[in-house]
């Protein structure tokens, strides 16, 4: 899966799909690794636009083909790893967020404590209390929003990891249902061709 490949490392993975190409015996085309990616590109779009077409279509008019099956398990596997990337970049977003507003308290608070340095002796000492109070209340009220805001955050992303994580499985099984039907079938149709032999063979015999 060249397309599940780490940032940096596409251009790399791609490459190898295509000498590994180049090393088949029936492979005759003069490929590089941006041409593979390319017109693997080009299949899922081309592929996307018949799944729409063909969901318009009945059951008993859509023929699905064993390239079609294929590139359904690609565009879905293609799918799950948008997904994990997309959930990957909204937690480092948050994170940041999280590191961001921890350093706003943390400077606001420095600030706050130069002021004090810079007020009078006299008048710090007789204004002491009030202030020790109004510090005190004012971080205990920031640590409590930052706190509540991060729970909120926490339960949104596991919320989302939840529900990324169930999309994924109910895939995987939806791709497994898919692979016994086909086993299914190749079965089916073994001992239907079993059976036409051993007919034509009983016929031939019975012209003897």
Same mark, same amino acid.
């Given at each position: 899966?060249?397309?599940?490949?780490?940032?940096?490392?596409?251009?790399?993975t791609?490459?190898?799909?295509?000498?590994?190409?180049?090393?088949?015996d029936?492979?005759?085309?003069?490929?590089?690794?941006?041409?593979?990616?390319?017109?693997?590109?080009?299949?899922?779009?081309?592929?996307?636009?018949?799944?729409?077409?063909?969901?318009?279509?009945?059951?008993?008019?859509?023929?699905?083909?064993?390239?079609?099956?294929?590139?359904?398990?690609?565009v879905?596997?293609?799918?799950?790893? %948008?997904?994990?990337?997309?959930? *990957?970049?909204?937690?480092?977003?948050? !994170?940041?967020? &999280? #590191? $961001?507003?921890?350093?706003? /308290?943390?400077?606001?608070?420095?600030?706050?404590?130069?002021?004090?340095?810079?007020?009078?002796?006299?008048?710090?000492?007789?204004?002491?209390?009030?202030?020790?109070?109004?510090?005190?209340?004012?971080?205990?009220?920031?640590?409590?929003?930052?706190?509540?805001?991060?729970?909120?955050?926490?339960?949104?992303?596991?919320?989302?990891?939840? %529900?990324?994580?169930?999309?994924? *499985?109910?895939r995987?099984?939806?791709? !497994?249902?898919? &692979? #016994? $039907?086909?086993?299914?079938? /190749?079965?089916?149709?073994?001992?239907?061709?079993?059976?036409?032999?051993?007919?034509?063979?009983?016929?031939?015999?019975?012209?003897?």
């Amino acid at each position: 899966k060249p397309f599940a490949a780490e940032k940096g490392q596409l251009t790399n993975t791609w490459q190898a799909l295509a000498d590994t190409l180049l090393a088949c015996d029936h492979f005759t085309r003069v490929v590089d690794g941006r041409k593979v990616q390319n017109r693997f590109s080009a299949l899922v779009e081309e592929h996307r636009r018949f799944d729409k077409a063909s969901a318009k279509l009945s059951g008993d008019d859509e023929v699905e083909t064993e390239k079609h099956i294929l590139l359904d398990d690609i565009v879905a596997l293609l799918d799950d790893v %948008k997904e994990i990337a997309s959930q *990957k970049t909204s937690n480092s977003v948050v !994170e940041k967020e &999280q #590191a $961001e507003q921890g350093a706003l /308290i943390v400077r606001d608070m420095a600030m706050r404590t130069m002021k004090r340095r810079k007020a009078n002796d006299s008048d710090e000492q007789k204004k002491k209390p009030a202030l020790d109070n109004r510090r005190n209340s004012l971080a205990a009220a920031i640590e409590a929003e930052s706190e509540r805001e991060l729970a909120v955050r926490e339960k949104e992303l596991s919320s989302q990891q939840f %529900k990324l994580e169930s999309e994924i *499985k109910q895939r995987e099984l939806d791709r !497994e249902e898919r &692979q #016994a $039907e086909r086993e299914h079938q /190749i079965v089916m149709a073994r001992i239907d061709n079993e059976k036409m032999l051993s007919m034509f063979k009983a016929f031939a015999e019975s012209k003897k």
